[in-house]
């Protein structure tokens, strides 16, 4: 069967931005009250969108220190902990090794290792979307983007300016919260619309 190719980026630029989650749909997660209470509205979930952030990297061989945000997103609203406390990191750590949680991003390989070299654990039960879209037939990885254009028909609006800003600042600014937040977001929202189902990893 001949591969599908992913949208162009003229067929992207045409579409129709997608919404996306506002402040008031954002919890940002930065001390250890707020870790927990957050831990309690996500432990109960089985499907969490999922990504994280790191500083970007500008020297030859430096290894990044990351991450230093990690997302998790319901389908209405999406938690944005900062990993500068030790319950923050307590909490995700949880959320990332638990079993009953399905954790649906895209790109999720380097985070796997970042996030073993930084909190010392390994994510269980990460299904990486990019995985779903190659088996049905798409020849590239079709990241976030892609997968947006695809199933929604809709334009996803990441800002460059955001992706490659510091993410270890402590007081992260709107466009970083908003930018975090919605990349866990969108990936929920194309695993529900894709119509798939917690556990299959």
Known sequence: ????????????????????????????????????????????CTVLGF???SKPTFIRDEISQGPHVVQFATPH??????????????????????????????GLAGDHVQIMRTL???????LDLNTVFRD????????????????????????RKATTSNWSNRQLIESQ???????????IQVFDALGLRAGAV
């Open 77 to 106: 609203t999406a938690y944005v902990f900062q990993l500068h406390d030790a319950g923050c990191c307590e909490v995700v750590s949880l959320l990332l090794v638990s079993e009953r949680i399905t954790k649906v991003g895209f």
């Open 1 to 44: 069967m001949r591969p599908i190719a992913s949208p162009t980026k003229d067929e992207l630029a045409a579409l129709l931005p997608l919404s996306r989650l506002g402040l008031n749909d954002i919890v940002v997660v930065t001390t250890q009250a707020q870790a927990k209470q957050a831990f309690l509205a996500l432990d109960s």
């Open 51 to 53: 990504d994280t952030e």
């Open 177 to 187: 919260i908003i930018y975090s937040a919605n990349d866990a977001w969108a990936a």
């Open 120 to 126: 010392g654990v390994r994510p269980k039960n990460v």
């Open 136 to 159: 049905r037939g798409y020849a590239k990885e079709i990241g976030v983007k892609g997968a947006v254009a695809v199933v929604f028909n809709r334009r996803f609006l990441k800002s």
